[in-house]
């Protein structure tokens, strides 16, 4: 290849990879910025816009692939910018497209694009139209950013999309108390395990003097190598896990899983079943090198997905309803996913990936219709199907399986120890903390003036 | 005298007229006028002022602009980097406040209250002078008493305010005295400079509301109206005072400002912690607020200049971005009483621009993405991880809580089942300016987020010139602060 034409190559693939970011970000202003000034778009041009800005991203990508094919998957790093500096700190706009992003980029587009079409007709005068389609574009906004994040702090920014598009969608229906619970639910554990990724951001930083992963694995996917030394590989390969078990849905922060499938049902297959779920397997498998470099946190990820695994089959076989069967499943398989990065494994968890995704999207999304499809079934065997399941708990002796069948209709217990061990007394912590400071203000300045907050608004002045 | 200079002063002098003829105009007129008008003309007047204040400082060499410097430790006006940022904020922050204020709200009186407020608050941030700012502490405090206690039901809160702004101000009346007295930012002050320091940082602590002394910070907003708690907080005069005479003394960073900026750093986990337990709306700003301002207080504080920036982006992304809360809740308590947060209130369908207004300013004092909040927690984070890790981590806890706490009031307040029938609260367009502004202003800098940090960096180089620079034998004459 001559330098004239790699160079060519070159920009057409920082500028394909700047598009791919660049279309659902268009998406989001143009939905957005129309609804928040009071006027929103209609319906059709709504689906559309988003459509249009998921289809650009999608080709784009693939164009890139084919780019990337025909110069050997070699990565290729785009600098947009520097967002800020000061002093040795420097934060910086970093997309890496390569043999993991691309591909990757392609499938969550493709994916995000079949659920936009199909959400436009399911949510046809859904009150909330406009704002699905917002949350949408600002999730897929989220996800290219984090998949093509060439900076951890790129990727963060990214992964924050991810949290709040997903708790908001989780909240859609907001007049049900069961949605606005589950919502908070999912956003306290997202915020609790995005702790890990920040600190990791942190970590990285002021080990290489930047949060571009040049400096922090060098080399090709998936044959990178640590450029780190091991202690700090092992925090941060510890903290990666940590913000990995929230996003992913792992022992213990699994219990928000079941709840979040009372958002709308395309967000539920998009989210739940395909891309959100997937998106802490993602991280580790961009940040393999890392992973490699601390075997502490490989063996600890196995453990931990095998676990859940485990533990979301159990309870999984005992659900009633078809999308807190489908829930666990996903647990299931991101369980099992995790495990094979922890194994070392780098392909077959991104084939695992993709696979298990785009089955479980196609499951979520024909859900609502599963009794329709049974009948139409029936009607074309000409009798009922057979069931077809088999439970673990069938597998055991009886004895066991009866302590088990216990355990998984508890859902593991585990909902009710964090609520016991973590939520109760902290909660109960906090509010004595602010009895307390009831009783110091009515002390101090008479009745708490906090005390009453239905008490009609008497302001008196504008100072 | 430079060119710069004239056109400097006419700038301060605009920021600081332009509220007070406008509140003195007011008086004349009476009721025969919108105060609406007046008022909002007049800070834009002030934000035209401070803007181009800004402009001139930053076209300049970067060296602070004196004033009658010969009174006493510091310039009777000060116009530095510091000035150049603080003056345009709070005129924004004042200015949205005129625009969302209910029309009930709008009385003659307390629009003019208002514009004196501001007036003093903005000649406050212009002022190096110990003794100038004793006075502009204590015309402030009285001027805010007087507006709570006139708030109906606002007797409590007023008296908690007063008792602890009467220690506040005593501290800093006294401390400043003994700091001129034997100024503890030339080298060979002795015991009585320190004592004056340390009376000085209690007078912060308490006017910041930092642990043990935060009691009064969230009654104020639950008992004063939301204007006269914003227009208190928001600016964070305590704060700018711990700059002017506790940065910048010859043995270094002050022992007393490592002391406020240690509790602060537990006032910002704590205030955080307990905005997620809170049951009212205002409880919830309340309780942020302090949290929030606590952060800007710890990471002046630090010797990084990432620290320091991540401090003055603090200052400006969480004011903005709470005063768009503090507003939204105002509107809505407007039209609909009082808001409890111990339950669902299903306000959404009721008021769904206003809920989209909550969570974006929710978001932007979160750290998003995008918004400038984003860029000052990393700022911040990384800067207090670099000087001290335990500071960085408390940080990020109080983050962590601040998070949970606004994404709770925000399904609190817009979740639940609707009441059928519930009348709409449209959003009025006023409003959807002032809140727009608000938005706009901490979005766009968190996209573009370059200049702002530059002109940081040269306030927080600045600041940290100052401690540099004392050397042995200068005067109260020579370049404190």
């Given at each position: 290849m001559t330098e004239a034409t790699a160079t060519a190559l070159h920009d057409a693939v920082a500028a394909l990879v700047t598009w791919q970011l660049a279309a659902p970000v268009a998406t989001l202003v143009a939905v957005g910025l129309p609804a928040l000034l009071g006027r929103p778009l209609a319906e059709r041009t709504t689906t559309r816009l988003v459509g249009a800005g998921f289809a650009t991203s999608f080709l784009a990508a693939l164009l890139t692939l084919a780019a990337l094919a025909a110069r050997g998957f070699s990565p290729e790093v785009v600098h947009l910018g520097t967002l800020f500096s000061v002093g040795h700190h420097a934060t910086t706009i970093e997309l890496v497209a390569d043999g993991l992003s691309v591909p990757y980029v392609c499938f969550c587009t493709g994916l995000c694009w079949l659920v936009n079409a199909f959400a436009g007709t399911y949510l046809h005068r859904e009150p909330g139209f406009t704002r699905f389609f917002i949350l949408l574009a600002l999730f897929g906004t989220g996800m290219n950013l984090m998949v093509l994040a060439g900076s951890i702090d790129v990727l963060f920014a990214g992964w924050e999309f991810l949290g709040i598009s997903s708790t908001l969608l989780i909240g859609f229906f907001h007049e049900r108390r069961n949605a606005v619970g589950a919502a908070l639910r999912a956003f306290i554990t997202y915020r609790l395990c995005d702790m890990g990724l920040l600190i990791a951001g942190v970590v990285v930083h002021r080990a290489v003097g930047s949060g571009d992963f040049e400096r922090l694995f060098g080399g090709t996917w998936p044959h990178a190598t640590c450029l780190i030394d091991p202690t700090t590989a092992l925090v941060v390969a510890l903290l990666l896990v940590f913000a990995a078990l929230g996003k992913s849905a792992q022992v213990p922060f699994s219990g928000w899983l079941p709840q979040a499938m009372e958002g709308p049902t395309p967000s539920s297959a998009i989210f739940y079943g395909a891309l959100s779920i997937h998106a802490g397997a993602y991280v580790l498998l961009r940040c393999e090198a890392v992973l490699d470099a601390a075997p502490v946190a490989g063996w600890l990820l196995v453990a931990i997905g095998i676990g859940t695994a485990l533990h979301a089959a159990v309870v999984g076989s005992v659900q009633t309803d078809l999308k807190s069967m489908l829930a666990y499943a996903s647990m299931t398989q991101a369980g099992i996913i995790l495990a094979e990065i922890g194994l070392g494994l780098r392909i077959v968890p991104l084939v695992h990936v993709v696979s298990h995704a785009i089955l479980r999207s196609l499951q979520i999304l024909r859900s609502p219709s599963a009794l329709h499809d049974r009948h139409e079934l029936a009607a074309a065997l000409g009798g009922p199907p057979g069931s077809g399941t088999c439970s673990i708990l069938g597998l055991l002796p009886d004895r066991f399986g009866r302590g088990l069948y216990r355990i998984a209709l508890e859902r593991g217990f585990e909902d009710a120890a964090v609520q016991r061990f973590v939520i109760r007394p902290v909660l109960s912590l906090l509010e004595g903390a602010q009895a307390a400071e009831s009783r110091l203000v009515a002390a101090l300045g008479g009745t708490d003036p906090a005390a009453d907050p239905r008490r009609p608004d008497r302001d008196g002045g504008a100072t | 005298m430079?060119?710069?200079?004239?056109?400097?002063?006419?700038?301060?002098?605009?920021?600081?007229?332009?509220?007070?003829?406008?509140?003195?105009?007011?008086?004349?007129?009476?009721?025969?006028?919108?105060?609406?008008?007046?008022?909002?003309?007049?800070?834009?007047?002030s934000l035209a002022a401070a803007v181009g204040l800004a402009a001139l400082w930053h076209s300049g060499s970067g060296r602070p602009l004196l004033f009658g410097a010969r009174l006493a430790g510091g310039g009777l006006v000060h116009v530095d980097g510091l000035t150049a940022l603080l003056l345009p904020y709070v005129a924004v922050v004042d200015l949205a406040i005129v625009l969302v204020a209910p029309r009930r709200a709008l009385t003659t009186a307390g629009v003019s209250?208002?514009?004196?407020?501001?007036?003093?608050?903005?000649?406050?941030?212009?002022?190096?002078?110990?003794?100038?700012?004793?006075?502009?502490?204590?015309?402030?405090?009285?001027?805010t008493w007087l507006a709570v206690r006139a708030t109906l039901g606002g007797r409590p809160a007023a008296r908690l305010y007063g008792l602890a702004m009467t220690a506040a101000l005593a501290c800093m009346a006294l401390g400043t005295t003994l700091m001129l007295a034997d100024p503890p930012w030339l080298h060979g002050s002795g015991a009585v400079g320190a004592a004056g320091g340390w009376l000085v940082a209690v007078a912060v602590m308490i006017r910041k509301g930092i642990v043990p002394f935060h009691s009064w910070y969230p009654a104020l907003f639950s008992g004063a109206s939301v204007a006269t708690a914003l227009v208190v907080t928001m600016p964070q005069v305590a704060t700018y005072t711990a700059v002017r005479l506790l940065v910048g003394h010859a043995d270094g960073v002050a022992s007393e400002l490592i002391v406020v900026s240690q509790a602060a750093l537990i006032t910002a986990a704590y205030g955080a912690a307990l905005a997620v337990v809170q049951r009212s709306a205002r409880g919830l700003v309340g309780t942020l607020a302090m949290s929030q301002s606590a952060m800007v207080l710890a990471g002046l504080s630090g010797t990084l200049p990432m620290e320091l920036c991540g401090a003055l982006a603090v200052w400006v992304s969480s004011g903005l971005a709470l005063t768009g809360i503090g507003l939204v809740v105002w509107a809505l308590e407007s039209r609909a009483g009082r808001i409890a947060i111990d339950s669902l209130q299903g306000r959404f369908a009721d008021a769904p621009a206003l809920a989209a207004f909550f969570l974006l300013f929710g978001l932007a004092s979160l750290g998003f993405p995008g918004t400038l909040s984003f860029v000052a927690d990393d700022l911040i984070i990384s800067g207090s991880l670099d000087e001290q890790v335990h500071a960085g981590i408390i940080v990020i806890v109080a983050t962590v809580f601040a998070g949970i706490a606004v994404v709770r009031g925000w399904f609190h307040v817009f979740g639940g089942p609707v009441t059928p029938d519930a009348p709409q609260h449209v959003i009025l367009p006023r409003e959807r300016v002032a809140l727009s502004i608000l938005l706009a202003i901490l979005f766009g800098l968190g996209v573009y987020p370059g200049p702002f940090v530059s002109s940081l960096e040269q306030v927080a180089a600045s600041l940290l010139a100052v401690r540099e620079h004392h050397l042995p034998g200068q005067t109260s004459e020579g370049v404190h602060p």
């Open positions: - | 430079t060119p710069l200079e004239p056109a400097v002063l006419g700038c301060v002098a605009t920021c600081i007229a332009a509220p007070l003829a406008a509140a003195a105009t007011l008086r004349l007129l009476g009721d025969r006028v919108n105060p609406r008008l007046p008022a909002a003309a007049a800070i834009i007047v209250r208002l514009l004196i407020g501001a007036a003093i608050t903005m000649a406050t941030m212009a002022t190096a002078h110990p003794a100038a700012l004793v006075v502009l502490w204590g015309v402030s405090i009285v001027s």
